[in-house]
């Protein structure tokens, strides 16, 4: 049977809502249930007879259960602490069992936490608590994992320090190793193109796995130089091994004060290969999404905007 209804937990994040765009693009009929905790931010959607959206607590079992009654399949698309993404998923994913749901879909879109250890990066325990939880004995609804690496937005922004406009000796891109370590992802709207693909595919289950793009620093300073006519300068700050160091110093002396480690951790585990998608990519399930390059993304993107991007993506979660 085809998917004529999915549920959207957390539906007024900025991923979930081009996931709604992308799901009525490919099936303008299809029913969308969207659950929020906050009404105010969902009035941007278009008044559809097909989109119903409802406000709630991620932790309220019984309002939960209503969101996801008569869904085919369940996207996750909450964004938070620890527990909403622990507690509500499994709360969630409970719900989904009591109404018969087929298919969760995680809130990954994410590197592969699947090599980590727990406690290596905290932010990635949850998600690989939620996939265990899915693949306990009995269970009946099934999980589905979307590893993307990390969104372009992400990798252009501030957040991991790589790239800098402007330090007073003009473009500067910053590495830990060699240089040559690399980085693989996609754009919000890429991710976002291939989660309505998967939701409406019944076949989709497990870990499905997809790329725009695998780039090392010193390839995209390239890049960058061809888009912008722009050289930047490439500065090394020391070894992956150092980055390590620095980045479980700080965390253990500032457990509580994420921010202070979090892009570090995220770095260290990419840099050091730990992190990687497999290699068969499931693109070619869906041959009419074409992902963006690194390069075809800087292309749409003026200079002065990409620090910025990932800081406006954060606001519209």
Same mark, same amino acid.
């Given at each position: 049977?085809?998917?004529?209804?999915?549920?959207?937990?957390?539906?007024?994040?900025?991923?979930?809502?081009?996931?709604?765009?992308?799901?009525?693009?490919?099936?303008?009929?299809?029913?969308?249930?969207?659950?929020?905790?906050?009404?105010?931010?969902?009035?941007?959607?278009?008044?559809?007879?097909?989109?119903?959206?409802?406000?709630?607590?991620?932790?309220?079992?019984?309002?939960?259960?209503?969101?996801?009654?008569?869904?085919?399949?369940?996207?996750?698309?909450?964004?938070?602490?620890?527990?909403?993404?622990?507690?509500?998923?499994?709360?969630?994913?409970?719900?989904?069992?009591?109404?018969?749901?087929?298919?969760?879909?995680?809130?990954?879109?994410? /590197?592969?936490?699947?090599?980590?250890?727990?406690?290596?990066? =905290?932010?990635?325990?949850?998600?690989?608590?939620?996939?265990?939880?899915?693949?306990?004995?009995?269970?009946?609804?099934?999980?589905?994992?979307?590893?993307?690496?990390?969104?372009?937005?992400?990798?252009?922004?501030?957040?991991?320090?790589?790239f800098r =406009?402007?330090?007073?000796?003009?473009?500067?891109?910053?590495?830990?190793?060699?240089?040559?370590?690399?980085?693989?992802? /996609?754009?919000?709207?890429?991710?976002?193109?291939?989660?309505?693909?998967?939701?409406?595919?019944?076949?989709?289950?497990?870990?499905?796995?997809?790329?725009?793009?695998?780039?090392?620093?010193?390839?995209?300073?390239?890049?960058?130089?061809?888009?912008?006519?722009?050289?930047?300068?490439?500065?090394?700050?020391?070894?992956?091994?150092?980055?390590?160091?620095?980045?479980?110093?700080?965390?253990?002396?500032e457990p509580?004060?994420?921010?202070?480690? /979090?892009?570090?951790?995220?770095?260290?585990?990419?840099?050091?290969?730990?992190?990687?998608? =497999?290699?068969?990519?499931?693109?070619?399930?869906?041959?009419?999404?074409?992902?963006?390059?690194?390069?075809e993304f800087?292309?749409?993107?003026?200079?002065?905007?990409?620090?910025? /991007?990932?800081?406006?993506?954060?606001?519209?979660?």
């Amino acid at each position: 049977m085809p998917v004529t209804t999915v549920g959207i937990a957390g539906i007024t994040g900025r991923l979930a809502r081009l996931i709604t765009h992308h799901l009525l693009a490919l099936s303008p009929t299809l029913t969308i249930k969207g659950y929020c905790r906050d009404l105010s931010k969902a009035t941007s959607y278009p008044t559809l007879k097909n989109i119903t959206i409802t406000q709630g607590d991620p932790y309220d079992p019984t309002a939960l259960r209503h969101f996801v009654s008569g869904c085919d399949v369940v996207i996750c698309g909450f964004f938070g602490d620890p527990r909403l993404m622990t507690e509500g998923q499994k709360l969630l994913i409970e719900a989904c069992e009591a109404e018969g749901v087929k298919r969760y879909v995680a809130g990954d879109w994410t /590197l592969n936490y699947d090599k980590l250890e727990y406690g290596e990066h =905290p932010q990635k325990d949850c998600q690989k608590r939620v996939k265990e939880f899915l693949q306990e004995d009995g269970r009946k609804v099934k999980g589905v994992h979307m590893l993307i690496g990390i969104f372009y937005e992400t990798l252009w922004s501030d957040y991991f320090g790589v790239f800098r =406009p402007g330090e007073g000796v003009g473009v500067v891109m910053r590495c830990w190793g060699t240089g040559e370590e690399v980085w693989e992802g /996609l754009s919000y709207d890429d991710a976002a193109r291939y989660s309505a693909n998967v939701a409406l595919d019944e076949e989709a289950v497990g870990v499905v796995t997809f790329l725009g793009d695998r780039k090392s620093t010193k390839q995209l300073a390239a890049e960058f130089e061809e888009v912008y006519g722009v050289a930047p300068r490439l500065d090394c700050l020391g070894t992956v091994e150092e980055l390590q160091t620095k980045m479980e110093a700080t965390r253990e002396k500032e457990p509580q004060n994420i921010f202070a480690w /979090l892009a570090d951790n995220y770095q260290t585990y990419i840099m050091n290969g730990r992190t990687y998608v =497999p290699t068969k990519l499931d693109n070619g399930r869906y041959p009419d999404v074409k992902p963006l390059t690194f390069k075809e993304f800087l292309q749409k993107h003026k200079v002065e905007e990409l620090n910025g /991007l990932y800081t406006k993506a954060a606001a519209d979660l």
